[in-house]
């Protein structure tokens, strides 16, 4: 039932987002906006969400096995590997397409921390906390937005990033007052890992681009009349 509740809230929450960015922005900004959303939701489905997944599907076992702590500290360093690749992918892609490469970065960390982090605390049995800080995440962003005088996409992103740190943040922070008492010393099997999502990545991949794939084409044929 609290699940359900508070999927009803942030489904609320999300059109009362959806009014506030119409209202505040103009048509091109609100482009860039979800411009910006689009690619940082590429870059998250390829390379966060299968590990996110697999860590999802983990995460009850290895708190019962204290391994949880241990399991963190290897899913921190993994977020910054992606990081590092995701810059310099956007980075190149900056000769073809205009991209703003250090906001879409800094929402590809924050903002699937923010959102995946919360889900681990409600799998390791903490369902009111994960409801808790998704909602209040959403809650905290419709607010900076309604009382800050924005009037951009790029300081519509950057109240985004910062009420996704703050998440971030209170998320690490709950998360390891749980499992502070447990030793880091449980070396992971990375191949058990990596056998769960690199199928999952390629597959993502090839649907993806089954579905796209046509439109590049044909946009860039109609580029060469």
């Known amino acids: ?21 119409t209202e505040i922005l103009t048509k091109d900004d609100l482009g860039s906006y979800y411009l910006i959303l689009s690619t940082m939701s590429i870059f998250t489905m390829f390379l966060v969400n299968p590990f996110n997944l697999y860590a999802q599907k983990e ?36 000769y073809f397409y205009n991209l703003d490469t250090e906001l879409i970065v800094a929402l590809i960390l924050f903002q699937s921390l923010a959102i995946n982090l919360p889900f681990l605390i409600d799998y390791i049995g903490y369902r009111k906390t994960y409801v808790f800080l998704a909602v209040g995440n959403l809650l905290i962003y419709i607010l900076l ?13 950057l109240l985004l990033i910062f009420s996704s740190f703050l998440t971030t943040f209170l998320s690490i922070a709950i998360l390891y ?9 449980y070396k992971f099997d990375k191949k058990k890992i990596f ?10 991949l090839i649907s993806w681009a089954d ?4 439109r590049f084409i044909i946009e860039y044929f109609d580029s060469l009349e």
Do not use: C
């Open 1 to 21: 039932m609290i699940i359900l509740s508070a999927r009803v809230l942030l489904a609320i929450l999300q059109l009362i987002l959806v009014r506030l960015l």
């Open 59 to 94: 995460a009850h076992k290895l708190n019962n096995e204290q391994k949880m702590k241990s399991f963190l500290n290897n899913y921190y360093f993994y977020m910054i590997i992606v990081v590092l690749i995701s810059f310099i992918i956007i980075y190149f892609a900056n």
């Open 145 to 157: 937005i309604f009382i800050s005088s924005v009037d951009t996409y790029k300081d519509i992103i």
């Open 211 to 214: 579905i796209n794939g046509i």
């Open 177 to 185: 007052s749980r499992v502070y008492t447990q030793k880091v010393k």
């Open 195 to 204: 056998d769960f999502s690199i199928p999952m990545m390629l597959a993502l």
